[in-house]
């Protein structure tokens, strides 16, 4: 699949026109070339109540990064809470927008 940062007014527009592809929304905590760096990440974001996982992908001229994401999200009022009680503890997030491209067109 894909993936790419988006905006809130860009997760809005999604939620009210048919997706062409599967679309869904993450909040991404962080990114760090030191698993052990996005272990302690998804710890305190586990303290806060806020279950997150670590995806680990290889950046072409970048190496191996692992990512910490909470979600997935399809309600934006959901994402905003998430979001604002992430905030409240100290941590910044990118939205991120994932389209799996191996779904059927329309479905």
Known sequence: GSEEPVTEQQFKDA???PA????TFYLQAGAFQNAPDADNLKARLALVGMAASVQTTTLPDKGVWHRVRVGPYTAIEELNRARET?????????LIKVRDTTAPAGK
């Open 15 to 17: 939620q009210n026109k």
């Open 20 to 23: 062409q592809a599967k679309e």
């Open 86 to 94: 992430l905030k409240q503890n100290g941590i910044e997030t990118t």
